[in-house]
């Protein structure tokens, strides 16, 4: 049986993230859920650093229910004020627990 470095949550993280950030793409981060961008003033995870140079190849925005951590569009998941493929890649983390009826 092979040894794992990582473990299984962090293997599949890593690859969505890397599918999801394809440089010239246009992402969409519902909730900030990535935690890599300090001057939005929420948490930062040190641990993701490794994403931070995928971030500069993408058009990377941001949707928030309130605008405390600068998200770039101010927005109900239940009811987003985006056009239908208007995006790439959609990243959701960390949000599901959040909507009444997910």
């Given at each position: 049986?092979?040894?794992m470095?990582?473990?299984?949550?962090?293997?599949?993280?890593?690859?969505?993230?890397?599918?999801?950030?394809k440089?010239?793409?246009?992402?969409l981060?519902?909730?900030?859920?990535?935690r890599?961008?300090?001057?939005?003033?929420?948490?930062v995870?040190k641990?993701?650093?490794w994403?931070?140079?995928?971030?500069?190849?993408?058009?990377?925005?941001?949707?928030d229910?309130v605008?405390?951590?600068?998200?770039d569009?101010v927005?109900?998941?239940?009811?987003?004020?985006?056009?239908?493929a208007?995006?790439?890649?959609?990243i959701?983390?960390a949000?599901?627990?959040h909507?009444?009826?997910?």
């Amino acid at each position: 049986m092979p040894i794992m470095t990582q473990p299984a949550w962090e293997v599949f993280f890593e690859k969505a993230v890397r599918d999801s950030l394809k440089p010239d793409t246009r992402v969409l981060d519902i909730g900030a859920g990535l935690r890599v961008d300090e001057t939005r003033g929420n948490r930062v995870d040190k641990r993701r650093a490794w994403i931070k140079p995928l971030l500069a190849k993408v058009r990377y925005e941001v949707l928030d229910p309130v605008d405390t951590y600068k998200p770039d569009i101010v927005g109900d998941l239940q009811a987003m004020p985006i056009d239908d493929a208007s995006y790439d890649s959609v990243i959701c983390l960390a949000v599901l627990e959040h909507v009444p009826r997910p």
